[in-house]
Protein backbone atom coordinates (compact mmCIF):
# COMPACT_ATOMS: atom_id res chain seq x y z
CA UNK A 1 0.00 0.00 0.00
CA UNK A 2 1.40 3.53 -1.16
CA UNK A 3 1.82 5.85 1.97
CA UNK A 4 0.16 9.10 1.79
CA UNK A 5 3.50 11.02 1.06
CA UNK A 6 2.08 14.54 1.95
CA UNK A 7 1.01 13.45 5.06
CA UNK A 8 4.32 12.58 6.12
CA UNK A 9 5.47 16.22 4.75
CA UNK A 10 2.56 17.94 6.97
CA UNK A 11 3.79 16.10 9.87
CA UNK A 12 7.35 17.45 9.47
CA UNK A 13 6.48 20.65 8.59
CA UNK A 14 4.39 20.84 11.50
CA UNK A 15 7.22 19.90 13.79
CA UNK A 16 9.53 22.41 11.81
CA UNK A 17 7.39 25.41 12.75
CA UNK A 18 7.81 24.84 15.87
CA UNK A 19 11.38 24.59 15.95
CA UNK A 20 13.50 27.30 17.00
CA UNK A 21 17.15 27.89 16.34
CA UNK A 22 19.40 27.99 19.42
CA UNK A 23 23.08 27.50 18.21
CA UNK A 24 25.07 26.95 21.53
CA UNK A 25 28.84 25.81 22.01
CA UNK A 26 27.94 23.87 24.89
CA UNK A 27 25.35 21.99 23.07
CA UNK A 28 27.65 20.61 20.72
CA UNK A 29 30.79 18.39 21.99
CA UNK A 30 33.04 17.22 19.13
CA UNK A 31 33.52 13.73 19.63
CA UNK A 32 34.17 11.13 17.04
CA UNK A 33 30.30 9.66 15.94
CA UNK A 34 28.99 13.34 15.79
CA UNK A 35 24.97 13.58 16.18
CA UNK A 36 23.97 16.80 15.95
CA UNK A 37 22.28 18.40 19.01
CA UNK A 38 18.28 18.08 18.42
CA UNK A 39 17.54 21.74 18.67
CA UNK A 40 20.08 22.44 15.74
CA UNK A 41 19.12 19.82 13.69
CA UNK A 42 15.43 20.11 12.50
CA UNK A 43 13.32 17.00 13.73
CA UNK A 44 16.13 14.66 15.05
CA UNK A 45 14.12 11.51 12.46
CA UNK A 46 11.64 11.24 9.74
CA UNK A 47 9.05 8.83 8.83
CA UNK A 48 10.02 8.09 5.53
CA UNK A 49 7.57 6.96 3.15
CA UNK A 50 7.43 2.83 1.51
CA UNK A 51 7.29 3.66 -1.90
CA UNK A 52 9.05 3.89 -4.96
CA UNK A 53 9.60 6.96 -7.29
CA UNK A 54 6.84 6.16 -9.79
CA UNK A 55 4.85 5.70 -6.35
CA UNK A 56 5.75 9.91 -5.25
CA UNK A 57 4.58 10.73 -8.84
CA UNK A 58 1.18 8.62 -8.41
CA UNK A 59 0.80 10.55 -4.92
CA UNK A 60 1.51 13.87 -6.10
CA UNK A 61 -0.76 13.47 -9.12
CA UNK A 62 -3.80 12.48 -7.24
CA UNK A 63 -3.48 15.48 -4.64
CA UNK A 64 -2.21 18.23 -7.13
CA UNK A 65 -3.24 17.00 -10.47
CA UNK A 66 -4.29 20.71 -11.41
CA UNK A 67 -0.85 22.26 -10.52
CA UNK A 68 1.80 22.79 -13.39
CA UNK A 69 4.51 20.14 -12.93
CA UNK A 70 6.67 21.28 -15.67
CA UNK A 71 7.09 24.10 -17.84
CA UNK A 72 9.43 24.00 -20.51
CA UNK A 73 9.58 26.98 -23.33
CA UNK A 74 6.04 27.71 -24.08
CA UNK A 75 4.68 24.76 -23.20
CA UNK A 76 3.05 23.04 -19.95
CA UNK A 77 2.70 19.92 -18.70
CA UNK A 78 0.06 19.32 -14.81
CA UNK A 79 0.66 16.90 -12.82
CA UNK A 80 -2.08 14.94 -14.10
CA UNK A 81 -1.01 14.89 -18.14
CA UNK A 82 2.32 14.05 -16.80
CA UNK A 83 1.44 11.36 -14.52
CA UNK A 84 -0.81 10.21 -18.18
CA UNK A 85 2.52 10.10 -20.28
CA UNK A 86 4.23 8.14 -18.04
CA UNK A 87 2.50 5.74 -17.77
CA UNK A 88 1.64 5.61 -21.76
CA UNK A 89 5.57 5.44 -22.41
CA UNK A 90 6.13 3.27 -19.50
CA UNK A 91 3.59 1.23 -21.65
CA UNK A 92 5.69 1.72 -25.08
CA UNK A 93 8.75 0.26 -22.79
CA UNK A 94 6.49 -2.53 -22.19
CA UNK A 95 6.00 -3.60 -25.69
CA UNK A 96 9.99 -3.22 -25.82
CA UNK A 97 10.38 -5.92 -24.08
CA UNK A 98 11.37 -4.09 -20.64
CA UNK A 99 10.98 -5.89 -17.71
CA UNK A 100 11.42 -4.78 -14.01
CA UNK A 101 15.09 -5.11 -13.41
CA UNK A 102 16.55 -4.18 -17.50
CA UNK A 103 18.63 -0.91 -18.11
CA UNK A 104 17.48 2.26 -19.56
CA UNK A 105 20.41 4.11 -20.41
CA UNK A 106 19.78 7.95 -20.85
CA UNK A 107 21.90 9.87 -23.04
CA UNK A 108 19.66 13.32 -22.33
CA UNK A 109 20.05 17.17 -21.34
CA UNK A 110 17.53 18.81 -18.75
CA UNK A 111 14.18 18.39 -21.04
CA UNK A 112 10.61 16.84 -20.36
CA UNK A 113 11.65 14.08 -22.35
CA UNK A 114 14.02 13.59 -19.35
CA UNK A 115 11.63 13.35 -17.31
CA UNK A 116 9.34 11.33 -19.33
CA UNK A 117 11.82 8.95 -19.52
CA UNK A 118 13.16 8.67 -16.47
CA UNK A 119 9.79 8.10 -14.51
CA UNK A 120 8.39 6.12 -17.24
CA UNK A 121 11.36 3.43 -16.47
CA UNK A 122 10.56 3.64 -13.03
CA UNK A 123 7.33 2.65 -13.48
CA UNK A 124 8.12 -0.39 -15.53
CA UNK A 125 10.59 -1.21 -12.46
CA UNK A 126 13.30 -0.55 -14.56
CA UNK A 127 16.53 0.61 -14.04
CA UNK A 128 17.96 4.15 -15.03
CA UNK A 129 21.36 4.41 -16.34
CA UNK A 130 22.27 8.32 -16.11
CA UNK A 131 24.85 8.81 -18.46
CA UNK A 132 24.42 12.32 -20.11
CA UNK A 133 24.67 13.90 -23.34
CA UNK A 134 28.23 15.27 -22.17
CA UNK A 135 30.01 11.79 -21.94
CA UNK A 136 32.50 10.74 -24.52
CA UNK A 137 32.08 7.61 -26.46
CA UNK A 138 34.82 5.88 -24.84
CA UNK A 139 33.22 6.71 -21.37
CA UNK A 140 29.65 5.28 -22.97
CA UNK A 141 31.04 2.55 -24.38
CA UNK A 142 32.59 1.55 -21.09
CA UNK A 143 29.33 2.31 -19.35
CA UNK A 144 27.42 0.17 -21.82
CA UNK A 145 29.77 -2.88 -21.06
CA UNK A 146 28.93 -2.56 -17.35
CA UNK A 147 25.47 -2.12 -17.36
CA UNK A 148 23.99 -3.88 -20.48
CA UNK A 149 20.87 -1.74 -21.09
CA UNK A 150 18.02 -3.66 -22.68
CA UNK A 151 17.43 0.51 -23.97
CA UNK A 152 18.95 3.77 -25.10
CA UNK A 153 17.65 7.17 -25.33
CA UNK A 154 19.25 10.00 -26.08
CA UNK A 155 18.68 13.18 -28.90
CA UNK A 156 18.08 13.14 -32.29
CA UNK A 157 20.92 15.36 -32.23
CA UNK A 158 23.32 12.60 -31.40
CA UNK A 159 22.10 10.01 -33.97
CA UNK A 160 26.15 9.05 -34.26
CA UNK A 161 26.20 8.15 -30.81
CA UNK A 162 23.12 5.97 -31.64
CA UNK A 163 24.15 4.86 -34.67
CA UNK A 164 27.87 3.36 -33.42
CA UNK A 165 26.99 2.46 -28.84
CA UNK A 166 26.39 -1.34 -29.12
CA UNK A 167 25.76 -1.63 -33.04
CA UNK A 168 26.79 -5.43 -32.19
CA UNK A 169 24.00 -6.27 -29.70
CA UNK A 170 20.82 -7.20 -31.40
CA UNK A 171 19.19 -6.97 -28.35
CA UNK A 172 19.44 -2.98 -27.31
CA UNK A 173 16.46 -0.76 -28.60
CA UNK A 174 17.63 2.36 -29.57
CA UNK A 175 14.86 5.72 -29.29
CA UNK A 176 15.54 9.11 -30.33
CA UNK A 177 14.07 12.42 -28.93
CA UNK A 178 13.91 15.74 -30.73
CA UNK A 179 13.50 19.06 -29.05
CA UNK A 180 12.81 21.24 -32.26
CA UNK A 181 8.93 21.01 -31.46
CA UNK A 182 9.20 23.36 -28.28
CA UNK A 183 11.44 25.65 -29.79
CA UNK A 184 10.27 29.12 -30.78
CA UNK A 185 10.33 30.20 -35.05
CA UNK A 186 14.04 31.12 -34.93
CA UNK A 187 15.35 28.48 -32.75
CA UNK A 188 13.56 26.16 -34.58
CA UNK A 189 15.21 26.60 -37.79
CA UNK A 190 18.93 27.00 -35.97
CA UNK A 191 18.11 23.58 -34.62
CA UNK A 192 16.84 22.02 -38.27
CA UNK A 193 19.84 22.97 -39.51
CA UNK A 194 21.82 21.25 -36.75
CA UNK A 195 20.13 18.28 -37.41
CA UNK A 196 20.23 18.78 -41.75
CA UNK A 197 23.86 18.32 -40.64
CA UNK A 198 23.78 15.52 -38.27
CA UNK A 199 21.36 13.67 -40.97
CA UNK A 200 23.50 15.01 -44.06
CA UNK A 201 26.61 12.40 -42.88
CA UNK A 202 23.48 10.12 -43.90
CA UNK A 203 23.59 8.07 -40.08
CA UNK A 204 20.06 9.16 -39.42
CA UNK A 205 18.93 6.99 -42.12
CA UNK A 206 20.80 4.26 -41.97
CA UNK A 207 19.47 4.60 -38.04
CA UNK A 208 15.87 4.47 -39.70
CA UNK A 209 16.89 1.11 -41.46
CA UNK A 210 18.12 -0.79 -37.89
CA UNK A 211 15.82 -2.40 -36.33
CA UNK A 212 14.66 -1.06 -33.06
CA UNK A 213 15.30 2.16 -33.39
CA UNK A 214 12.27 4.37 -32.82
CA UNK A 215 11.14 8.22 -32.40
CA UNK A 216 9.73 8.62 -28.84
CA UNK A 217 6.80 10.27 -30.28
CA UNK A 218 5.99 7.22 -32.71
CA UNK A 219 6.90 4.75 -29.49
CA UNK A 220 4.04 6.39 -27.24
CA UNK A 221 1.57 7.13 -30.30
CA UNK A 222 1.21 3.77 -30.52
CA UNK A 223 1.66 2.46 -26.72
CA UNK A 224 -1.51 1.74 -24.67
CA UNK A 225 -2.40 3.93 -22.44
CA UNK A 226 -1.62 2.26 -19.06
CA UNK A 227 1.29 -0.35 -18.41
CA UNK A 228 1.72 -3.48 -16.56
CA UNK A 229 1.44 -3.48 -12.74
CA UNK A 230 4.93 -3.31 -11.39
CA UNK A 231 4.89 -4.81 -7.61
CA UNK A 232 6.59 -1.92 -5.72
CA UNK A 233 10.05 -2.86 -4.21
CA UNK A 234 11.46 0.84 -2.26
CA UNK A 235 14.56 -1.50 -1.42
CA UNK A 236 15.48 -2.12 -5.82
CA UNK A 237 17.84 -0.44 -7.65
CA UNK A 238 16.29 2.90 -9.10
CA UNK A 239 19.74 4.36 -10.62
CA UNK A 240 22.74 3.25 -11.65
CA UNK A 241 24.95 6.83 -11.15
CA UNK A 242 28.51 6.83 -13.13
CA UNK A 243 30.85 8.97 -11.27
CA UNK A 244 34.64 9.44 -11.74
CA UNK A 245 34.96 11.62 -8.73
CA UNK A 246 38.18 13.21 -9.22
CA UNK A 247 40.07 10.43 -10.08
CA UNK A 248 39.24 9.77 -13.58
CA UNK A 249 38.26 6.11 -13.13
CA UNK A 250 34.80 5.41 -13.71
CA UNK A 251 32.76 3.52 -11.13
CA UNK A 252 29.05 2.45 -11.14
CA UNK A 253 27.07 3.78 -8.00
CA UNK A 254 23.55 1.59 -6.92
CA UNK A 255 21.12 4.43 -5.44
CA UNK A 256 17.60 2.34 -4.79
CA UNK A 257 14.12 4.17 -4.92
CA UNK A 258 14.90 4.20 -0.60
CA UNK A 259 18.07 5.62 -1.12
CA UNK A 260 16.61 8.81 -3.62
CA UNK A 261 13.09 9.20 -1.68
CA UNK A 262 14.99 9.43 1.82
CA UNK A 263 17.19 12.59 0.27
CA UNK A 264 14.05 13.48 -0.68
CA UNK A 265 12.76 13.72 2.71
CA UNK A 266 15.41 15.06 4.57
CA UNK A 267 15.95 18.12 1.78
CA UNK A 268 12.03 18.77 2.45
CA UNK A 269 12.17 19.44 6.26
CA UNK A 270 15.51 20.73 6.35
CA UNK A 271 14.75 23.48 3.03
CA UNK A 272 11.10 23.65 4.61
CA UNK A 273 9.41 23.05 1.05
CA UNK A 274 6.05 23.64 0.37
CA UNK A 275 3.69 21.15 -1.35
CA UNK A 276 2.69 22.38 -4.38
CA UNK A 277 3.69 25.93 -4.18
CA UNK A 278 7.42 26.24 -5.02
CA UNK A 279 9.25 26.52 -8.31
CA UNK A 280 12.48 25.17 -9.16
CA UNK A 281 14.76 26.72 -11.62
CA UNK A 282 16.53 23.30 -12.71
CA UNK A 283 19.66 24.98 -14.50
CA UNK A 284 21.86 21.73 -12.83
CA UNK A 285 21.51 18.95 -15.16
CA UNK A 286 19.63 16.22 -14.21
CA UNK A 287 22.26 13.93 -15.07
CA UNK A 288 23.96 14.78 -12.90
CA UNK A 289 22.60 13.18 -8.84
CA UNK A 290 23.18 16.97 -7.70
CA UNK A 291 20.81 18.36 -10.32
CA UNK A 292 18.69 14.86 -10.36
CA UNK A 293 17.60 14.86 -6.25
CA UNK A 294 17.26 18.50 -6.02
CA UNK A 295 15.72 19.23 -9.30
CA UNK A 296 13.67 16.48 -10.16
CA UNK A 297 13.53 13.54 -7.14
CA UNK A 298 12.60 16.28 -4.65
CA UNK A 299 10.48 18.55 -6.34
CA UNK A 300 8.32 15.43 -7.19
CA UNK A 301 7.95 14.78 -3.99
CA UNK A 302 6.73 18.23 -3.23
CA UNK A 303 4.41 18.22 -6.12
CA UNK A 304 6.50 21.75 -7.56
CA UNK A 305 6.77 23.23 -10.78
CA UNK A 306 10.38 21.84 -12.60
CA UNK A 307 11.47 24.13 -15.01
CA UNK A 308 14.36 22.94 -16.81
CA UNK A 309 17.32 24.71 -18.61
CA UNK A 310 18.63 22.39 -21.16
CA UNK A 311 21.56 24.12 -21.62
CA UNK A 312 23.36 26.99 -18.96
CA UNK A 313 23.79 30.26 -20.47
CA UNK A 314 23.95 33.42 -18.06
CA UNK A 315 21.81 35.99 -19.83
CA UNK A 316 19.03 33.23 -20.30
CA UNK A 317 19.26 32.06 -16.59
CA UNK A 318 18.33 36.45 -15.84
CA UNK A 319 15.35 36.05 -18.25
CA UNK A 320 14.12 32.82 -16.56
CA UNK A 321 14.79 34.20 -13.52
CA UNK A 322 13.13 37.33 -14.35
CA UNK A 323 9.90 35.43 -16.04
CA UNK A 324 9.86 32.57 -13.76
CA UNK A 325 10.36 33.69 -10.20
CA UNK A 326 11.62 30.93 -9.17
CA UNK A 327 11.45 29.94 -4.98
CA UNK A 328 14.34 27.59 -5.02
CA UNK A 329 17.56 27.70 -6.91
CA UNK A 330 20.03 24.82 -7.06
CA UNK A 331 22.77 26.31 -8.24
CA UNK A 332 27.08 25.37 -8.52
CA UNK A 333 30.23 27.78 -8.19
CA UNK A 334 30.17 27.75 -11.89
CA UNK A 335 27.46 29.27 -12.68
CA UNK A 336 26.91 31.65 -9.08
CA UNK A 337 30.25 33.20 -10.23
CA UNK A 338 28.84 34.44 -14.17
CA UNK A 339 25.75 34.90 -12.55
CA UNK A 340 27.19 37.87 -10.34
CA UNK A 341 29.48 39.10 -13.17
CA UNK A 342 26.47 39.45 -15.06
CA UNK A 343 23.98 41.15 -12.45
CA UNK A 344 26.91 43.79 -12.08
CA UNK A 345 26.58 44.31 -15.05
CA UNK A 346 22.72 45.07 -15.36
CA UNK A 347 20.75 48.12 -14.99
CA UNK A 348 19.82 48.96 -11.57
CA UNK A 349 16.12 48.64 -12.49
CA UNK A 350 17.45 44.92 -13.11
CA UNK A 351 19.33 44.01 -10.16
CA UNK A 352 16.64 45.42 -8.38
CA UNK A 353 14.32 43.13 -9.64
CA UNK A 354 16.40 40.16 -9.74
CA UNK A 355 17.16 40.76 -5.81
CA UNK A 356 13.45 41.54 -5.02
CA UNK A 357 12.66 37.61 -6.62
CA UNK A 358 15.82 36.16 -5.07
CA UNK A 359 15.73 37.39 -1.89
CA UNK A 360 12.84 35.47 -0.24
CA UNK A 361 13.90 32.21 -2.16
CA UNK A 362 16.09 29.22 -1.50
CA UNK A 363 19.19 29.18 -3.12
CA UNK A 364 21.93 26.39 -2.84
CA UNK A 365 25.19 25.56 -3.88
CA UNK A 366 26.86 22.36 -4.44
CA UNK A 367 28.76 19.84 -6.10
CA UNK A 368 32.45 21.95 -5.94
CA UNK A 369 33.67 24.00 -3.24
CA UNK A 370 32.07 28.21 -3.05
CA UNK A 371 34.50 30.57 -2.00
CA UNK A 372 33.37 32.82 1.03
CA UNK A 373 34.26 35.72 -1.11
CA UNK A 374 31.96 34.70 -4.14
CA UNK A 375 28.87 34.04 -1.31
CA UNK A 376 29.33 37.71 -0.32
CA UNK A 377 29.81 39.22 -3.28
CA UNK A 378 25.99 37.00 -4.53
CA UNK A 379 24.35 37.94 -1.11
CA UNK A 380 25.19 41.78 -1.58
CA UNK A 381 23.66 41.55 -5.22
CA UNK A 382 20.48 39.62 -4.26
CA UNK A 383 20.06 40.00 -0.45
CA UNK A 384 19.91 36.32 -0.96
CA UNK A 385 22.12 33.86 1.31
CA UNK A 386 23.47 31.02 -0.79
CA UNK A 387 22.77 27.39 1.40
CA UNK A 388 26.07 25.79 0.93
CA UNK A 389 25.42 21.64 1.19
CA UNK A 390 27.67 18.81 0.48
CA UNK A 391 27.43 15.36 -0.63
CA UNK A 392 28.48 12.70 -2.23
CA UNK A 393 27.16 10.31 -5.43
CA UNK A 394 27.45 8.33 -3.06
CA UNK A 395 25.32 9.68 -0.77
CA UNK A 396 22.12 10.47 -3.36
CA UNK A 397 23.85 12.88 -3.04
CA UNK A 398 23.22 15.57 -0.33
CA UNK A 399 24.46 14.78 3.60
CA UNK A 400 25.04 17.87 4.77
CA UNK A 401 23.58 21.55 4.61
CA UNK A 402 23.68 24.83 6.40
CA UNK A 403 20.24 26.03 8.02
CA UNK A 404 18.60 28.04 5.58
CA UNK A 405 18.18 30.49 8.17
CA UNK A 406 21.62 30.58 10.32
CA UNK A 407 24.23 30.28 7.09
CA UNK A 408 27.79 30.14 8.30
CA UNK A 409 29.95 30.65 4.70
CA UNK A 410 33.27 28.48 4.03
CA UNK A 411 31.23 25.57 5.91
CA UNK A 412 29.17 22.81 4.18
CA UNK A 413 26.96 22.98 7.76
CA UNK A 414 25.26 20.01 9.56
CA UNK A 415 24.47 16.68 8.65
CA UNK A 416 21.08 16.37 7.58
CA UNK A 417 18.48 14.41 9.61
CA UNK A 418 19.65 11.01 10.39
CA UNK A 419 22.64 11.58 8.47
CA UNK A 420 25.37 10.56 11.36
CA UNK A 421 29.19 11.23 11.35
CA UNK A 422 32.17 10.23 12.25
CA UNK A 423 35.80 11.48 12.40
CA UNK A 424 37.98 8.91 11.79
CA UNK A 425 42.23 9.12 11.69
CA UNK A 426 43.66 9.21 7.86
CA UNK A 427 42.96 5.89 6.55
CA UNK A 428 42.17 4.07 9.43
CA UNK A 429 38.26 4.11 9.86
CA UNK A 430 38.47 2.17 13.37
CA UNK A 431 40.23 5.08 14.99
CA UNK A 432 38.68 8.11 15.91
CA UNK A 433 40.62 11.04 15.26
CA UNK A 434 42.83 13.12 18.26
CA UNK A 435 40.88 15.87 19.92
CA UNK A 436 41.23 19.05 17.67
CA UNK A 437 42.91 17.43 14.75
CA UNK A 438 41.51 17.15 11.32
CA UNK A 439 40.04 13.67 10.17
CA UNK A 440 38.48 11.91 7.45
CA UNK A 441 34.57 12.37 7.60
CA UNK A 442 32.18 9.35 7.57
CA UNK A 443 28.48 9.31 7.36
CA UNK A 444 26.17 6.80 7.41
CA UNK A 445 22.10 7.20 6.85
CA UNK A 446 19.20 6.10 4.56
CA UNK A 447 20.86 7.77 1.72
CA UNK A 448 23.96 5.83 1.18
CA UNK A 449 24.28 4.01 -1.81
CA UNK A 450 23.34 0.14 -2.06
CA UNK A 451 27.38 -0.29 -3.62
CA UNK A 452 29.39 -0.16 -6.88
CA UNK A 453 28.01 -2.12 -9.28
CA UNK A 454 29.95 -5.34 -9.77
CA UNK A 455 33.27 -4.05 -8.02
CA UNK A 456 33.62 -5.55 -4.67
CA UNK A 457 37.03 -3.85 -4.23
CA UNK A 458 35.91 -0.33 -4.45
CA UNK A 459 33.24 -1.55 -2.44
CA UNK A 460 35.34 -2.75 0.46
CA UNK A 461 37.46 0.40 0.58
CA UNK A 462 34.72 2.61 0.55
CA UNK A 463 32.31 0.89 2.84
CA UNK A 464 32.80 -0.04 6.44
CA UNK A 465 30.73 -2.23 8.37
CA UNK A 466 31.19 -1.55 11.99
CA UNK A 467 30.35 -3.52 15.53
CA UNK A 468 26.74 -2.82 15.27
CA UNK A 469 25.89 -3.59 11.60
CA UNK A 470 25.99 0.36 10.45
CA UNK A 471 26.91 0.63 7.11
CA UNK A 472 29.48 3.68 6.93
CA UNK A 473 30.67 5.69 3.68
CA UNK A 474 34.06 6.97 3.49
CA UNK A 475 33.94 10.28 1.61
CA UNK A 476 37.86 10.61 2.13
CA UNK A 477 37.45 14.33 2.69
CA UNK A 478 39.33 15.57 5.68
CA UNK A 479 37.04 17.69 8.15
CA UNK A 480 36.91 19.57 10.84
CA UNK A 481 33.49 20.38 12.95
CA UNK A 482 33.16 23.50 15.21
CA UNK A 483 31.93 23.43 18.66
CA UNK A 484 28.41 24.41 17.35
CA UNK A 485 28.48 21.52 14.87
CA UNK A 486 29.29 23.46 11.51
CA UNK A 487 31.40 21.30 9.07
CA UNK A 488 34.35 22.67 7.11
CA UNK A 489 36.33 20.66 4.60
CA UNK A 490 39.87 21.21 4.70
CA UNK A 491 41.04 18.56 1.73
CA UNK A 492 40.66 15.38 0.00
CA UNK A 493 42.55 12.62 2.09
CA UNK A 494 43.82 11.50 -1.37
CA UNK A 495 44.81 15.07 -2.40
CA UNK A 496 47.15 15.48 0.52
CA UNK A 497 50.58 15.56 -0.23
CA UNK A 498 52.99 13.96 1.35
CA UNK A 499 56.51 16.31 1.47
CA UNK A 500 59.58 14.58 2.71
CA UNK A 501 56.76 13.41 5.60
CA UNK A 502 55.09 16.72 6.00
CA UNK A 503 51.59 16.75 5.71
CA UNK A 504 50.31 19.24 2.84
CA UNK A 505 47.25 20.29 2.09
CA UNK A 506 46.13 21.30 -1.57
CA UNK A 507 43.51 23.76 -0.84
CA UNK A 508 45.43 25.28 1.99
CA UNK A 509 48.14 26.37 -0.01
CA UNK A 510 45.58 27.27 -3.19
CA UNK A 511 43.45 29.46 -0.59
CA UNK A 512 46.97 31.58 0.16
CA UNK A 513 47.66 31.52 -3.41
CA UNK A 514 44.02 32.56 -4.33
CA UNK A 515 44.43 35.62 -2.22
CA UNK A 516 47.27 37.23 -4.40
CA UNK A 517 46.18 40.15 -6.59
CA UNK A 518 47.82 38.34 -9.56
CA UNK A 519 46.03 35.00 -9.65
CA UNK A 520 42.47 34.33 -10.90
CA UNK A 521 42.35 30.75 -9.50
CA UNK A 522 44.89 27.78 -8.78
CA UNK A 523 45.34 24.35 -7.81
CA UNK A 524 47.88 22.69 -6.12
CA UNK A 525 49.05 18.78 -6.75
CA UNK A 526 51.53 16.84 -5.30
CA UNK A 527 54.42 14.91 -8.09
CA UNK A 528 56.50 12.21 -7.56
CA UNK A 529 60.09 12.98 -5.80
CA UNK A 530 62.90 11.04 -5.47
CA UNK A 531 64.22 13.30 -2.43
CA UNK A 532 60.69 14.25 -0.88
CA UNK A 533 58.29 11.59 -1.45
CA UNK A 534 56.15 14.45 -3.57
CA UNK A 535 57.04 18.11 -4.54
CA UNK A 536 54.44 20.71 -4.31
CA UNK A 537 53.06 22.01 -7.46
CA UNK A 538 50.71 24.93 -7.81
CA UNK A 539 49.06 25.22 -11.45
CA UNK A 540 47.88 29.50 -11.60
CA UNK A 541 45.34 31.13 -14.12
CA UNK A 542 46.56 34.53 -13.74
CA UNK A 543 44.43 37.97 -13.88
CA UNK A 544 46.22 38.89 -16.82
CA UNK A 545 47.43 36.73 -19.12
CA UNK A 546 50.49 39.27 -20.15
CA UNK A 547 52.16 39.47 -16.61
CA UNK A 548 55.61 38.21 -16.50
CA UNK A 549 55.81 34.93 -15.48
CA UNK A 550 59.44 35.37 -14.02
CA UNK A 551 58.15 38.10 -12.00
CA UNK A 552 54.92 36.74 -10.51
CA UNK A 553 56.86 33.17 -9.75
CA UNK A 554 58.92 35.18 -7.44
CA UNK A 555 55.83 37.54 -5.97
CA UNK A 556 54.03 34.42 -5.71
CA UNK A 557 56.78 32.83 -4.12
CA UNK A 558 57.51 35.23 -1.66
CA UNK A 559 54.04 35.39 -0.88
CA UNK A 560 53.87 31.66 -0.24
CA UNK A 561 56.90 32.20 2.50
CA UNK A 562 55.16 34.32 4.16
CA UNK A 563 51.96 32.54 5.11
CA UNK A 564 53.28 28.89 4.82
CA UNK A 565 55.15 26.93 6.45
CA UNK A 566 58.27 26.66 4.23
CA UNK A 567 57.42 23.10 2.84
CA UNK A 568 53.61 23.84 2.38
CA UNK A 569 55.39 26.34 -0.22
CA UNK A 570 55.36 25.57 -4.32
CA UNK A 571 58.22 24.36 -5.50
CA UNK A 572 57.21 24.38 -9.39
CA UNK A 573 54.94 27.47 -10.34
CA UNK A 574 52.96 26.63 -13.84
CA UNK A 575 50.64 28.66 -15.26
CA UNK A 576 48.05 27.42 -17.70
CA UNK A 577 44.57 29.56 -19.13
CA UNK A 578 42.41 27.24 -17.49
CA UNK A 579 42.07 24.50 -15.09
CA UNK A 580 40.20 21.18 -15.99
CA UNK A 581 37.04 20.94 -14.36
CA UNK A 582 33.84 18.98 -14.84
CA UNK A 583 30.42 20.56 -15.96
CA UNK A 584 29.65 21.82 -12.30
CA UNK A 585 33.02 23.09 -11.69
CA UNK A 586 34.87 20.43 -9.47
CA UNK A 587 38.33 21.32 -10.06
CA UNK A 588 39.70 17.35 -12.24
CA UNK A 589 43.41 17.09 -10.30
CA UNK A 590 44.26 13.80 -11.95
CA UNK A 591 44.89 16.27 -15.38
CA UNK A 592 47.46 18.27 -13.34
CA UNK A 593 49.39 15.34 -11.61
CA UNK A 594 51.39 14.22 -14.70
CA UNK A 595 54.60 16.42 -14.82
CA UNK A 596 54.24 17.09 -18.50
CA UNK A 597 50.35 18.64 -17.61
CA UNK A 598 48.63 19.16 -20.40
CA UNK A 599 47.21 22.51 -19.25
CA UNK A 600 50.31 23.73 -17.94
CA UNK A 601 51.65 26.22 -21.00
CA UNK A 602 54.59 28.05 -19.14
CA UNK A 603 56.99 26.22 -16.30
CA UNK A 604 59.40 27.80 -14.05
CA UNK A 605 62.67 25.93 -13.50
CA UNK A 606 62.38 23.37 -10.28
CA UNK A 607 64.20 24.99 -7.05
CA UNK A 608 64.23 24.35 -3.77
CA UNK A 609 60.99 26.27 -1.69
Known amino acids: MVVQINNVVHRCMRTLRTWTPNLRAADVPVRADHALPREAALPPMLHYPQTTLSGVLEQSAARFGASDAVIYEETRWSYATLCADVRRLAAGFAVLGVRPGDRVMMALPNCPEFILVFMAAQTMGAVVVNAGPLMG????????????????????????MLDTLGADDDRLQRISVSLKDYQRIWKRLVYRAKLHQVQSKDVSHRLKRQEGFTPLEELMATAPSRPPTVAPDPEATAVLQPT???????????????????????????????????RVLSVLPMFHVYGLSTCLTTSLFNAATIIPMTRFNVNHLVRMIVAHRPTILPLAPAIIEPLCAKLESLPEATQYEVAQILAPSTVTSGAAPLLPAVAERFESLTGSSIV???????????????PPHAVRPGTIGMPLPDTRVRITALGDPTSPAMAGEPGEMMVAGPQVMQGYLDNPEENQRVLYRDADGTTWLRTGDVVRIDAEGYTTIVDRRKDMINCGGFKVFPAKVERILAEHESVREAAVVGRVDPKKTQ???????????????????????SHCRRNLAPYEVPHTIEFAKALPRTPLGKLQRFRLEDSAAEAAKTREPSEDA
Open 137 to 160: MSDLRQLRALTMPRVLVGLDLQAS
Open 244 to 278: GGTGGTLKVVQLSHRNLTANAMQLTVWQNVRPAVE
Open 388 to 402: QGYGLTEASPVTHAN
Open 535 to 557: RVVAVVVLEDAVLQADVVVEALR
